[in-house]
């Protein structure tokens, strides 16, 4: 089930089933359980990573300590490239917020693996234009929305990547403290939490600890517009 989600990984895509499974062959499995640090922004990197079970996120620490989340990312995603791509130090600390299975690969590796198969470098870029994009999207967020709406398309963000569908909605475990979603929002977590029981006196989500049902989607995409 590991090798499934981890070959659906932009890295394997546009490559023969026979090719994908030697470059998964030559992929190291790291256990990480909830809180592990995989690396920290401003180290050296030497590999990236494809998560086949599991949360990761991804976060930056400003100077007087205050923590910001680019990214939580799940099964069939990767991350640790942007330090092969633009030769430096991490961008970004990465640690698990579950316990987590992830593949990692050396970058010399890659590089000889795209020398062999240039159509990967097109696949790998396709993924970086997706994550510029989101990013983008993000900053314009920060800049245009308030907390509420950025509440609401982080809980519909969310749940297109963990979200399963039940009677009532769509359950998303993030596994996220409140700490953790406010630092994802980019906003305090006392504003977050007032967001949140506003949507929940509405009947948009229900709270569930680490999780939420979104119960009105139609209301919180246009709260998030
Ligand atoms: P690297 O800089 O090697 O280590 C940190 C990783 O976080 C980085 O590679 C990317 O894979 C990932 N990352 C950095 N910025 C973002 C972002 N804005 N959105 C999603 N992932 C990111």
Redesign the pocket.
């Known amino acids: 089930m590991d090798d499934t989600v981890v070959l659906s990984a932009p890295l394997f895509s546009d490559m023969e089933s026979e090719e994908s499974k030697a470059l998964f062959a030559s992929m190291v499995p790291v256990e990480l359980s909830r809180g592990d640090v995989l690396?920290r922004e401003g180290e050296p990197?030497d590999r990236?990573y494809v998560i086949a079970q599991g949360k990761i996120k991804?976060g930056r620490r400003s100077s007087d300590g205050r923590e910001n989340l680019?990214?939580i990312?799940g099964p069939g995603e990767?991350?640790?490239?942007?330090?092969?791509f633009d030769p430096g130090p991490?961008?970004?600390t990465?640690s698990s917020v579950s316990e987590a299975l992830i593949y990692e690969l050396r970058h010399q590796a890659l590089v000889q693996w795209i020398a062999q198969h240039p159509s990967v470098a097109t696949t790998l870029l396709g993924a970086l234009a997706r994550?510029l994009r989101?990013?983008n999207e993000t900053l314009a967020d920060l800049v245009f929305s308030d907390v509420p709406g950025r509440v609401a398309k982080a809980l519909l963000d969310l749940s297109n990547r963990f979200g399963e569908t039940n009677d009532e909605g769509v359950r998303v475990a993030h596994d996220l403290t409140q700490e953790e979603l406010a630092q994802l929002v980019g906003a305090s977590r006392e504003t977050v939490n007032k967001a949140l029981a506003d949507f929940a006196t509405r009947g948009w989500v229900r709270r569930e600890g680490r999780a939420v049902v979104l119960l009105d989607l139609d209301r919180l995409e246009r709260r998030a517009r």
């Open positions: 690396f990197g990236l991804l680019l990214s990312l990767m991350f640790g490239e942007l330090s092969l991490r961008t970004a990465a994550r989101r990013t």
